[in-house]
């Protein structure tokens, strides 16, 4: 996805645009919190609103519990990864699968490291808005896909249905998967996250045709119960040639990765990141808060810390 913490509604929106263009916020601790030996932590911040609810989470108990100073950097999922091999980022929080760097950072260059898993179960694949899957039942089959392709089809998607995904800089087998399961469909982008979000909901909202990419965890499932379109099964290996995949997509366990010399620091910070595990709803939670009640990043943040004590405080460490 492969995937910025979050200040007013206005503020909101300048965040967004500074993901656009690799911005970089620092954070530092609030008066009468020592620095401890925490020093400073870099973390990349990916462009989707469930990574942004992490980095705010994590963020706010590095500064306030650890005394830490905090640098959001807003990057590309490559760049993230070319971060912690450059020495600019010291940490990545939802990393979605890519073998492939693993391999190339981890298991070659020996730059990064894994750092365990965040909790989170992610989902990526084909959806259609309620209404489609009620009123068109079979719609939900890729095979039937087709018959359909006139009802998605617009003035720029040269008579053939469009396809909607979302930000460009997600990794997506969508162009493939048309042209391999010889589908008569073109994918176009919404452009980013949010524009895709308000897709779907207009979608469900005035009856209009809609399929596209979408991905648990995020916060918009628990207000539109969007409906899978099935593809053919997922298999280990199914999805090894980007060229030729025809199958679904994989099911993630997410993970975190550092820079190896932050995880071998002693750092706190590393400590703390390492133990940092959630669910699917908890990120819901904060995801939901920072976009449709337009919280700033710290307080999206407590309100969650506020009713959990028990898990985070199993984050902090010993003395």
């Known amino acids: 996805m492969v995937r910025d913490v979050l200040r007013t509604a206005a503020a909101a929106a300048c965040a967004l645009a500074l993901a656009a263009c690799g911005a970089t916020t620092e954070v530092t601790a609030p008066p009468g919190v020592p620095d401890a030996d925490c020093g400073t932590v870099t973390i990349a911040v990916n462009p989707w609103v469930g990574y942004r609810a992490n980095v705010a989470v994590v963020g706010y108990l590095l500064e306030r519990e650890l005394g830490c100073t905090v640098i959001e950097k807003a990057l590309t999922e490559n760049e993230s990864w070319e971060g912690l091999t450059g020495g600019s980022v010291d940490v990545i929080l939802e990393n979605w699968g890519h073998d492939d760097l693993k391999k190339k950072y981890i298991d070659d260059a020996r730059t990064a490291v894994e750092l365990g898993l965040t909790g989170n179960k992610g989902v990526i694949g084909w959806y259609v808005p309620p209404w489609m899957a009620a ?32 930000d460009p800089s997600f990794v997506t087998n ?82 975190k990765i550092g820079r190896k010399k932050f995880a071998d620091s002693g750092s706190p910070a590393a400590e703390l990141i390492k133990r940092f595990q959630w669910t699917n709803a908890d990120q819901n939670a904060v995801a939901r808060d920072l976009t449709v009640a337009q919280l700033p990043p710290d307080e999206a943040a407590k309100r969650w810390l506020d009713g959990h004590g028990t898990t985070w405080k199993s984050w902090i460490p010993k003395d």
């Not at 068109?136 to 039937?144: E, L, S």
């Not at 648990?216 to 298999?235: G, N």
């Open 135 to 166: 009123e068109y039942p079979d719609i939900t089959d890729w095979r039937n896909l087709n018959k359909y392709a006139g009802l998605f089809a617009t003035a720029a998607s040269g008579g053939k249905g469009r396809f909607l995904d979302g």
């Open 174 to 255: 969508d162009a493939a998967l048309i042209a391999n399961l010889k589908l008569d469909y073109t994918v176009s982008y919404a452009g980013s996250e949010e524009k895709l979000i308000a897709a779907f909901r207009a979608a469900e909202a005035n009856r209009s045709p809609l399929i596209g990419y979408f991905y648990e965890p995020q916060w918009l499932l628990s207000e539109i119960d969007l409906v899978h379109v099935s593809l053919p099964r997922y298999t280990p290996g199914c999805d090894a040639d980007p060229q030729t995949v025809a199958c679904d997509y994989q099911p993630y366990d997410l993970d």
